[in-house]
């Protein structure tokens, strides 16, 4: 690998404790690989938020970029440190003076990041529409020399990532030069088979998830299946496993585009004196 290809890696939604400690347990043994690694952590604190603690414990673990999604502002205390930190972005299409930043700047190998996180609109709370404002914040990253544009767009329809995707590898992007390098999905929790270079870009409809491996996207299956089968209220309980999943894509990129993506399916008995890998599918 030349000193131009840059190696990225992007965690799925970080759910939970079992969620956080694969992760960990992934980059103690693979971080050196990779040179830049984000991470979803919208339901890193008990399925829901993520609190300073775990925010802390995950940066000192690797990651090098946060995103999130609807759920950022569900343990109260993020208020107290979102503005303080630079490597943690909520979605970028909440109303202006929301707390918090939608992109991040880093510079890797001498080459300028920016990290932009959006939330869809389709079956989603109300939300500012993010194609004009996510359209605007790359064209200012353009003009600012930043050559490598990552976006985490956190939403619920499929059709709705797909388009977003192909719009902005249309406006931005070209065979022989592309500035939107990767445009990773999330938010179902449940990784899709559908990586690809899509006119220079990486694409994945969903990254998936980390967390408990025995659950329903990373929740009880009790408390799930009185919620659903009986539409009546029921709070969701993050599940308790020995087993847990970790999903994520790896995605290879040179100066002027993306050149690989492939996914990555582990999991982790924890009662288990070695790892039982299931790993990646090359795209």
């Not at 290809?5 to 980059?27: N, Y």
């Amino acid at each position: 690998m030349t000193n131009d290809t840059l190696k990225i890696l992007f965690f799925g939604d970080i759910t939970g404790r079992q969620g956080r400690l694969v992760v960990k347990s992934f980059l103690e043994e693979h971080k050196n690989e990779y040179d830049f690694v984000i991470a979803n952590i919208e339901n890193a604190s008990h399925g829901f938020g993520l609190t300073k603690k775990n925010y802390e414990d995950l940066n000192n673990s690797g990651v090098d970029c946060f995103t999130s999604g609807n759920h950022i502002w569900d343990k109260k205390d993020i208020n107290e440190y979102i503005n303080e930190v630079t490597n943690l972005v909520r979605p970028i299409n909440y109303p202006t003076g929301t707390d918090g930043s939608g992109v991040a700047n880093f510079e890797v190998k001498g080459q300028k990041i920016a990290v932009i996180n959006a939330l869809g609109r389709v079956f989603m709370p109300p939300i500012d529409s993010p194609w004009q404002i996510v359209v605007q914040e790359i064209e200012k990253q353009k003009e600012n020399g930043v050559q490598h544009i990552f976006i985490d767009f956190h939403a619920e329809a499929t059709a709705e990532k797909i388009c977003f995707s192909k719009y902005l590898a249309k406006e931005f992007n070209t065979e022989e030069n592309s500035l939107v390098k990767a445009f990773f999905g999330t938010h179902t929790h449940v990784q899709t088979a559908d990586e690809q270079i899509c006119n220079g870009m990486a694409y994945i409809t969903d990254a998936g998830f980390c967390g408990a491996a025995d659950s329903v996207i990373g929740m009880e299956f009790s408390t799930s299946l009185k919620r659903l089968s009986t539409s009546l209220p029921e709070r969701y309980e993050i599940a308790q496993s020995n087993k847990a999943q970790l999903n994520g894509v790896e995605v290879l990129i040179d100066r002027t585009r993306a050149t690989h993506i492939k996914r990555i399916n582990l999991f982790v008995d924890n009662n288990e004196t070695e790892k039982e890998v299931n790993l990646e599918s090359d795209g």
